[in-house]
């Protein structure tokens, strides 16, 4: 089969130290219309992840030096990577070796010898999974929504970047996390009851976390709405803001409170106008890397998980 130009289904992150292994499902995933990259070792796929963020990865389980499960730990502790979904290909068939690949963050194994069309199979499910995932939390990104997704345990399951970012000011003690009965008083709201928060310390007076819970979300889970709002009186105090509605101000909007450096707003600027990180790197005269590391920080400053999200915050605010 002979690769297909015309048919462009995503990019493959292919790590395997086995060169059979490595030809077979490259020429396999060309033909089906994948890009494909290739790395050799747990240490050259981070490597390669640094400079271009695949929609999937073919993660061998077991590599001299950096092991793949190792290696898949690495991968989801990085927030630019984490919703890249990885598929573990394994020798092994021991319970115990599947669950630590599940603990590791894979989303599924093959067994090898690998069978092409069950790879492929599977790889298009999951690529298409993470994409539909990824832009429903980009649409949460962009809106600032801070949501949550409670249990059935009445724990968080899930929370969005804006979400985290006031949880951390509203409970610092807790990173990220929130009082047990405070939750627990939140999974048992009706739906559109507000539960009031604690002050955020955000470094503005008077803002406040408010919580509204949106119902039944799944078997036993809940969604919860996060704002957060400040009263009419502490907001002419602080000088002034928007008027949301009888008695309740908008905060600052994530940029104004974000406290970007003057180079992070640089990045931040020519990612709104849509360069890539090696544009953002030659016209600043800095490293890849450096950009990188740049984008983390904004990210995390700014409650987003995405490039699409930071550029539609930077488009609205910083002129152009």
Wanted: with cysteine; glycine share 10%.
């Amino acid at each position: 089969m002979s690769p297909n130009p015309e048919r462009h289904l995503g990019t493959v992150l292919v790590v395997d130290d086995a060169p059979d292994t490595l030809r077979m499902l490259c020429d396999a995933l060309a033909a089906e219309g994948y890009t494909v990259l290739v790395a050799r070792d747990g240490e050259q796929a981070l490597e390669r992840l640094e400079l271009v963020v695949p929609d999937a990865i073919l993660l061998d389980a077991v590599m001299p030096g950096l092991s793949g499960f190792e290696t898949c730990r690495r991968i989801k502790a990085h927030a630019a990577w984490v919703h890249v979904p990885v598929v573990f290909m394994t020798g092994l068939s021991e319970t115990s070796d599947i669950v630590a690949g599940f603990d590791a963050g894979g989303v599924d194994y093959v067994v090898k010898p690998v069978r092409i069309e069950e790879v492929l199979a599977r790889l298009a499910t999951h690529m298409r999974n993470a994409r539909v995932t990824r832009l429903a939390r980009e649409a949460v990104d962009v809106g600032g929504h801070g949501v949550l997704l409670l249990d059935v345990r009445q724990r968080i399951a899930w929370r969005s970047p804006q979400a985290e970012r006031w949880l951390r000011e509203a409970f610092p003690e807790l990173e990220g996390g929130a009082p047990v009965e405070w939750l627990a008083q939140l999974a048992g709201s009706p739906t559109g009851h507000e539960v009031p928060g604690p002050a955020l310390r955000a470094g503005t007076v008077g803002i406040r976390l408010i919580a509204r819970s949106l119902g039944a979300a799944g078997l036993g889970e809940t969604m919860v709405l996060l704002s957060s709002e400040r009263p009419a009186a502490a907001n002419a105090a602080a000088g002034g803001a928007v008027v949301m509605g009888e008695g309740v101000t908008a905060a600052p909007s994530r940029l104004d409170v974000a406290s970007l450096t003057p180079r992070e707003t640089e990045v931040l600027s020519w990612l709104a106008k849509g360069k890539t990180n090696r544009d953002i790197a030659d016209i600043l005269g800095m490293s890849h890397r450096t950009v990188n590391k740049h984008l983390e920080h904004i990210f995390e400053k700014l409650g987003v998980e995405t490039r699409a999200a930071a550029a539609a915050l930077a488009s609205r605010a910083i002129p152009g």
